[in-house]
């Protein structure tokens, strides 16, 4: 189920609810969002990957990639070629066709990544189309 507004008017369509009808069981909306979560996590686990892993190794956290590399030129970055680890909370997540950007949280700094299909492959950007906002997960690249 999902709810537009925009500036405080509903617009509707087939499979999305104006947000002024009244939710007559506010339980089942959350079954539903929770049945939704469980779903994904099963195509998660098809994909290979293991579900809440109690680990994921990082080399860098999110506050040293940002003092390390944000002042560097892409020509700088380029030359160099780092591969980093980093594990973060996915607090924003824009979808665009073959690619896509995701914000990652980690104490309170944030850091964008960019999620291109050609690079990460059809399995690689099929587990990206299945993350949700507050998903914690580990990248490299």
Do not use: C, W
């Amino acid at each position: 189920m999902f709810i537009i507004v925009v500036s405080h008017t509903a617009f509707e369509a087939p499979g999305i609810f104006a947000a002024t009808e009244p939710i007559k069981d506010p339980l089942a909306l959350d079954e539903n969002i929770y049945e939704l979560r469980r779903e994904k996590l099963k195509q998660i686990e098809a994909l290979g990957q293991r579900t809440y892993p109690n680990r994921y190794d990082y080399t860098y956290n999110v506050g040293q990639i940002l003092a390390t590399f944000s002042e560097k030129t892409a020509e700088q970055l380029d030359a160099s070629r780092v591969q980093v680890r980093v594990a973060g909370r996915i607090m924003a997540n824009r979808l665009m066709g073959k690619a896509g950007f995701a914000h990652l949280q980690q104490d309170g700094q944030r850091l964008q990544i960019y999620v291109k299909k050609d690079a990460v492959g059809e399995e690689g950007f099929e587990l990206y189309r299945l993350l949700d906002l507050g998903d914690h997960i580990g990248v490299s690249g």
